[in-house]
């Protein structure tokens, strides 16, 4: 799958060292991986859910133990993940990103 916003990632590693492994993995993951459905995404990422919000399918994956949450907008067709929010687990049980879309 093709990555878009990979830059977001490293930004939040940086602020985030912990986070910076756990992300690589995650990204090389992606990036070899070919997936179609959630399900299939669930047998090599088994904390990812599916998140609706006002009308959008949102990917979240829990990162580093599920100290971070990363949050993904994924067309499954043309094999495109975008990276819409990386949080710390605090900021994402705020539900702020949610009006942030």
């Known amino acids: 799958m093709n990555v878009s916003s990979e830059k977001a990632l490293w930004d939040f590693a940086r602020k985030h060292p912990d986070a910076a492994k756990p992300l690589a993995v995650w990204l090389r993951l992606v990036q ?37 949450r ?11 993940v975008f990276v819409r929010h990386i949080l710390t687990h605090a ?9 942030r879309q």
């Open 70 to 80: 990363l949050v993904t907008t994924i067309h499954f067709h043309a094999q495109n």
């Open 91 to 99: 900021e994402y049980s705020t539900d702020k990103w949610k009006n």
């Open 32 to 68: 070899h991986g070919r997936f179609q459905t959630l399900v299939e995404l669930k047998r090599t990422f088994g904390s990812v859910d599916m998140v609706p919000v006002k009308g959008h399918s949102f990917y979240v994956f829990n990162i580093g133990g599920n100290k971070y």
